[in-house]
């Protein structure tokens, strides 16, 4: 065959070259599809220009040497790991892989730095670039082009995002779908400057016991917890209610909820839908309560982004092999979800470890009684709360250990135990250092380093940071939900009691997260008489944070935000506006713009010199508040 120019000899299964003197003018050749496996000297094949060998099992390229002509030469789908001889030869085309997962056989190359894949088929693969390097980390370039930092980022977040990327995607899909709808104010959740919403978050793995820990909290300490009660669509298991343990909705109406921007925050978890929704912890502040939820990791990083600021404990076994037993003996996970669950232990450790501070505690949850009483502990060092009867409740382990010494009054007459006082429990709790961050000599060091890490501001950068905070401290004034700044404070006061009633004395030396119930006779009103007073004026029978928006102006509950008392809040009214607010101030002689007086804003049954109550005269109605009555009114100055 003289004349012969193109040999195909593709899926066969050809072992061999062809042992035969190949015509002079023979051009491409398709091996590809066989079984070759050693590369002969093919310095016969002088005019071949295309060589097909993909699919093929050699691990050597060589013998191509005389091949002069060779301008294509594809390799893809094969072992090779060494190739020679091509570097004298015109070739223009050279195809080592046909599919990005092929980058994989030379993930191992660890010094390659440089990579030239032009003109193989794989650059015409959908985000071809991302996806190598993603799978070749190490490359500084890749077809003759740097490789950017921001090209390293964008394919991992892409091929792997790491936790908070998936819950910044998740934050931002829940808030788009939320404001595709008409907005509802959250009156009771708004957010605040100084005291956001109060809420607690157990995190751990799967069966770990938290969300019976979570259920007995919220009995015990009925009087500032209720459970946030989460949607799923997983069915019930023997034995679990509707409503009380999760709300159990179908796929669809999951979805649907999704879409109507109902929720805070969603989950996979083992193929089935979990989320939070505002609606659920709305529902729970309406009733004066802090919101106590479980959940996994990953909504832990998705509340992260919203405006909530809950505590967050973890509770972890750190008995993997007992954890592991637990989960088979309660019959209801398959060996892949155990297996999950168990390998999720070092995934929340790993976190803990990677970065101080993001849970505020953590506490081993091997032992169910012993944990809850660390835990129990913990949120009592929270609130600040003493037991009244001195002995320790929790020793009693009963499900309806419900204490009735707790009491919220107690957050205004009790200062928190100093932490030489605490009980032992607590200690025990932080026994393994490594695992927890809320020690106090780790966070000593952690806020050292921050320090020296952080440049020194010039005065410039201080006043315009004071500047913008006080702006949006007066944006927020009247917003600001005191009924919890004694809930959850972020640094345990402990101050001697002289340097409490200096405190109480010097204004200056308090702060916004001080209890402010005794500053002076006024203010003590402020914060024991809020229930009092939103009653007076809204009908809120505790404080809430809606309780909030009826709180004085006076000079004292300014004076703690460092505010001139004339200052006029944001409006925000606008969003609410109906009819008879807007009759109302036309027959009154008021636009929305004019200057209010806020003696003329007052509801009829409002006390004096409280802010916010009259400058939203228009929120949404205050609902009725909580059951339970709140602590009895102490007498007005
Ligand atoms: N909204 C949510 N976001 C993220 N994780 C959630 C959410 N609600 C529940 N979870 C978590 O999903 C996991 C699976 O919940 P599920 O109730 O099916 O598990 P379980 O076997 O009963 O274990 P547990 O006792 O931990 O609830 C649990 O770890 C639970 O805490």
Known sequence: MPYLIILDASHNQLTDFFGFQPPKNLKEVNFSHNQMSVMTHLSAYSSLSKLNLDYNCFSEIGGLLHCASLTHLSLAHNKISCISGLDKLPIKDLCLISEIKEATHIHDLCLLRELNLQRNPVQEQLDYRLAVIFLLQHLTGL????????????????????????????????????????????????????????????????????????????????????????????????????????????????????????????????????????????????????????????????????????????????????????????????????????????????????????????????????????????????????????????????????????????????????????????????????????????????????????????????????????????????????????????????APSSLASQTQRDPALSSPMMPRASHDGQHNHSENNSSDDSHASSGLSIPSSAGAFSETAGPAGCSDLGLDTTVEPLDVSSLGHNLDMLKDQVESGHTPDAPRHGSELLSPGATTARPGSNAKPILPPILSGRKTPGPSPSPKP
């Open 143 to 494: 077809d003759q082009e740097k490789v950017t930092v921001e090209e390293k980022v964008s394919a991992v977040n892409k091929y792997d995002p790491p936790l908070e990327v998936v819950a910044a995607r998740e934050n931002m899909s829940h808030m788009v779908y939320q404001l595709m709808q008409p907005q509802v104010i959250y009156d009771s959740t708004l957010p605040s400057l100084d005291s956001p919403y109060p809420m607690l978050v157990l995190t751990g793995p799967q069966a770990c016991g938290k969300r019976e820990l979570a259920h007995k909290l919220c009995r015990e300490f009925n009087d500032f917890f209720a459970y946030g009660t989460c949607h799923t669509t997983r069915g019930p298991y023997f034995g679990e209610e509707d409503r009380s343990n999760y709300h159990f909705v179908t796929e669809e109406d999951f979805q649907n909820m999704i879409h109507m921007g109902k929720f805070l925050q969603t989950m996979q978890y083992a193929g089935h839908w979990y989320g939070l929704s505002r609606e659920a912890i709305e529902d729970v502040a309406r009733e004066g309560l802090a919101c106590c939820v479980h959940m996994e990791l990953e909504g832990v990083f998705s509340l992260k982004n919203s405006h909530f600021e809950p505590r967050y404990i973890l509770m972890i076994p750190t008995d993997k092999e007992q954890y592991g037993r637990r989960l088979r003996t309660r019959a209801l996970y398959t060996r892949t979800q155990i297996d999950t669950a168990v390998a999720r232990v070092d995934t929340y450790a790993l976190i803990n470890r990677e970065r101080p501070g993001f849970f505020d505690n953590v506490i081993p949850c091997d032992e169910p009684v012993e944990a809850y009483r660390t835990l129990r502990q913990v949120v009592k060092d929270y609130l600040g709360v003493e037991e009244q009867g001195g002995e320790d409740q929790s020793t009693t382990d009963t499900p309806d250990n419900t204490s009735t010494e707790l009491k919220r009054d107690s957050l205004v007459d009790e200062a928190p135990p100093a932490p030489s006082t605490r009980p032992e429990t607590i200690f025990k709790s932080r026994s393994a250092p490594d695992m927890d961050p809320s020690d106090h000599n780790y966070r000593k060091y952690y806020n050292k380093v921050q320090a020296q890490l952080t440049p020194e501001k010039t005065s410039a950068e201080l006043a315009s940071i004071h500047r913008r905070q006080q702006l949006v401290r007066e944006a927020l004034m009247g917003k600001s939900p005191r009924a919890y700044t004694q809930l959850f404070k972020r640094c345990v006061h402990t």
